[in-house]
């Protein structure tokens, strides 16, 4: 079967990519390939509002599956209510989106190189294009060193409605265990229900079986009562303790667009990824006619800029997962749920302020300051490890 002709070929068709066929598709044919014959099952990826800005929510809002107008989180003695939006998109949600685009047709096989004009097939076979970005997902590089934060959830169907209005990002009043492990909860209508075993550690693995219990007797706990299991998503996605960006990008090609956790593009701290995959979206609209070379220059430029502004969040990864023993977690969490809600949201948005700096790093810290003394940056300079 011969490809359809296209103006951008993606090796990859994970969200980052998705989201850029959706951005660019009116103007330019985009071709997705994928090894997988669905990239995007078994997944939901969330946002705040503030994480985004008007113009990007109005061309991401086709792709949204469900939104809400508040989020609470859940500690042992204090639990609270954020007044900050939510909404969430899902693999149902973004599919039928790009699949309701007439410019953009997707192929399943397995990439094994890209250059700056087309990717090559493991069946030897070359796809060319105006362009070929490279979105195929995150893979270890000595210039990052990260921990973990690890999940399985299920879309539950409940016999009765479950009671919440809003979602519930962490519920941390349940017992900790291989690290800091919570509880997250999207009420998509009265009777179904996202529940999802969360949780920061320092190691990448997760039993399947063993979250499955704990969602059963974390359901069963709450007096609900599960009629169908409709769908699980499980992942493992990297939390970032150092990184040196410039060694990064002095290792990849200098004229090949990559975007998404191939480019780490996340925030190091919370993980999430939708609004660098937003950004690198609007990036590859307003250059992407100028050529391979130029977008790869702005994308990367962004990344490197990005990197700079986010050495504070590594920072607090670094103090979560070094400076806290890992039963010491829930309360770093704790504490931070306890400051000013505009703070919070510009620390998921990676804008905090000086000032938000400051206090989240002031007062009585929740870890051993000599401890947290060692997470500070040898030489003004993080080095990996």
Not at 205 to 229: C, K, M
Request: overall charge positive; hydrophobic content about 40%; charged content about 25%.
């Amino acid at each position: 079967m011969t490809p359809p002709s296209s103006d951008i070929v993606i090796a990859g068709a994970g969200l980052s990519a998705s989201l850029a066929a959706m951005r660019i598709a009116p103007a330019a044919r985009v071709l997705l390939v994928d090894q997988k014959p669905d990239p995007l099952a078994g997944h939901t990826w969330s946002f705040h509002d503030s994480d985004i800005d008007a113009g990007q929510r109005a061309w991401l809002a086709p792709a949204i599956r469900r939104a809400w107008d508040g989020q609470d989180v859940r500690f042992p003695g204090y639990g609270r209510q954020l007044r900050s939006g939510y909404a969430s998109l899902d693999a149902e949600s973004l599919g039928a989106t790009l699949r309701a685009l007439p410019n953009v047709a997707t192929l399943q096989a397995r990439v094994t190189a890209v250059d700056a004009r087309g990717i090559t097939l493991s069946d030897g076979q070359r796809i060319e294009a105006g362009i070929a970005i490279d979105a195929r997902g995150f893979r270890p590089h000595p210039a990052i060193q990260i921990r973990f934060q690890k999940f399985l959830g299920q879309e539950l169907r409940l016999t009765g409605p479950h009671g919440l209005t809003r979602p519930v990002i962490m519920d941390a009043t349940v017992p900790q265990q291989d690290g800091y492990r919570f509880f997250y909860l999207l009420p998509f209508d009265d009777n179904r229900l996202l529940v999802e075993a969360t949780y920061y550690s320092d190691a990448a693995h997760l039993s399947a079986d063993r979250q499955r219990a704990g969602i059963a007797d974390y359901v069963a706990a709450h007096g609900w009562e599960i009629a169908e299991v409709v769908r699980e998503e499980a992942g493992v996605l990297p939390i970032t303790l150092r990184f040196d960006a410039h060694a990064f990008w002095r290792s990849m090609p200098s004229d090949i667009p990559t975007i998404g956790l191939r480019a780490l593009r996340f925030h190091p701290l919370t993980g999430y990824s939708l609004p660098h995959a937003m950004r690198s979206a609007d990036l590859i609209a307003r250059h992407w006619q100028q050529g391979p070379r130029p977008l790869a220059k702005a994308l990367r430029r962004d990344c490197l800029q990005d990197a700079a502004r986010q050495g504070f969040y590594r920072l607090l990864s670094r103090m979560l997962f070094e400076a806290a023993a890992p039963d010491e977690r829930r309360r770093v969490m704790e504490r931070f749920y306890r400051l000013p809600e505009p703070l919070i949201e510009r620390l998921y948005a990676g804008q905090s302020t000086l000032t938000d700096k400051a206090r989240i790093l002031t007062g009585r810290p929740p870890v051993p300051v000599a401890r947290a003394l060692r997470c500070l940056p040898g030489k003004l300079k993080e080095r990996p490890a």
